[in-house]
């Protein structure tokens, strides 16, 4: 297969990717807001992110350059390590005030199906990214795949919170996302100096 059919799943799954999470962060921020989830409220942020990562991953794709990977790199870290900070600031908020989060089935709900769509995705965008030797396509996916992850801890701490009354298991979860938007920020913002 020549580079412009890879070109174009690889474009096809970023927009599979950002319909995704535009949706997803209005439900997943309206269900926050009910529930005062802040892990929800995290999650929502990271769909943000996504969206802005997929835009990002999309411009640069349908211009490739040397001088687009660096910037798209740049914007994608930045923006990572400015959700771990509100993470971190909003979990210990919650922790310190004991602050009980509601049950949320529409986060639940959502917060599954997700988890299948993103490592789906992660795995597809991976392998576009390779196919093309595209590293932004590439370090994208590893933001798809830990998106899942995320999804997946957020979902345990809703459900520990619905079953198990665990109220401090939806700010612990929200700290998963802490380490990830610092561990990822950071990797970006390497990957693009060099």
Sequence with gaps: MNSGHFLRRGLRLEYMTLGWNVVGTVIV?????????????????????????????????????????????????????????????????????????????VGIAWLLATVVVMLWLSFAKRRTGRELNNPVLVTEAKVTLVDGYLAAAVLAGLVLNAIAGWWWADPIAGLVIVYYGIVEGAHALQESRA
């Design 29 to 105: 921020i309206n269900a926050a807001v009910v529930a005062r989830s802040v892990a929800l409220a995290g999650f929502g942020l990271d769909s943000l992110i996504e969206i802005v990562a997929s835009v990002v991953v999309i411009w640069q794709l349908t211009n490739a350059g040397y001088d687009r990977e660096k910037v798209a790199l740049r914007v994608i870290g930045i923006a990572f390590l400015a959700l771990g900070l509100y993470v971190l600031v909003q979990s210990a908020a919650t922790l310190i005030s004991h602050s009980h989060p509601n049950p949320s089935p």
